[in-house]
């Protein structure tokens, strides 16, 4: 299954050791996302490792993981589909996810219930549901 993930998500599996980190190596997912959502890691880093239970090497390995198992597109392919984004998002934050899944089709990953409940032109998916796929 194809699907975009959104920061948040990842965020989750760097914190704790839980299912959203195993489900993101599962190789029946093909995970997508905008190039830039490693960015938000580096600024975030020193709050991410005060929340987390890893040591240094392992947050660093796992963040290594994920750059090597998340497919990156780049924004200015993801530029026509803006504005529609912007037309069904319910938070502008989403809108590079949105405008991601609109140009390749696919659902997103993210646990963002506005995400999911206040538009319907691209499905979502939280946690719960991957872990039963």
Same mark, same amino acid.
């Given at each position: 299954?194809?699907?975009? @993930?959104?920061?948040?998500? $990842? &965020? ?25 959502? &490693? /960015?938000?890691?580096?600024? =975030? %880093? ?5 929340? *987390?239970?890893? /040591?240094?090497?392992? &947050? ?5 993981? &994920?750059?090597?198992?998340?497919? $990156? ?5 993801? #530029? ?7 037309? @069904? ?7 590079? =996810? ?9 659902? @997103?990953?993210?646990?963002? %219930? ?6 319907? /032109?691209? #499905?979502? =998916?939280? *946690?719960?549901?991957?872990? #039963?796929?």
């Amino acid at each position: 299954m194809d699907l975009v @993930v959104d920061a948040n998500i $990842l &965020f989750a599996a760097l914190i704790k050791r839980n299912i959203t980190s195993e489900l993101l190596f599962r190789e029946d997912l093909h995970l997508y996302a905008p190039e830039f959502i &490693f /960015t938000g890691f580096e600024k =975030y %880093r020193g709050l991410i490792k005060k929340k *987390t239970e890893r /040591t240094d090497d392992d &947050f660093d390995e796992l963040l290594e993981l &994920f750059q090597r198992r998340i497919a $990156l597109v780049p924004i200015e392919e993801i #530029k026509p589909f803006i504005e529609k984004a912007k037309e @069904v998002s319910p938070d502008i934050k989403d809108v590079p =996810y949105i405008a991601l899944a609109l140009k390749l089709n696919i659902a @997103v990953w993210s646990n963002d %219930r506005p995400l999911k409940e206040q538009q319907n /032109t691209v #499905k979502v =998916y939280a *946690t719960h549901e991957i872990a #039963k796929l």
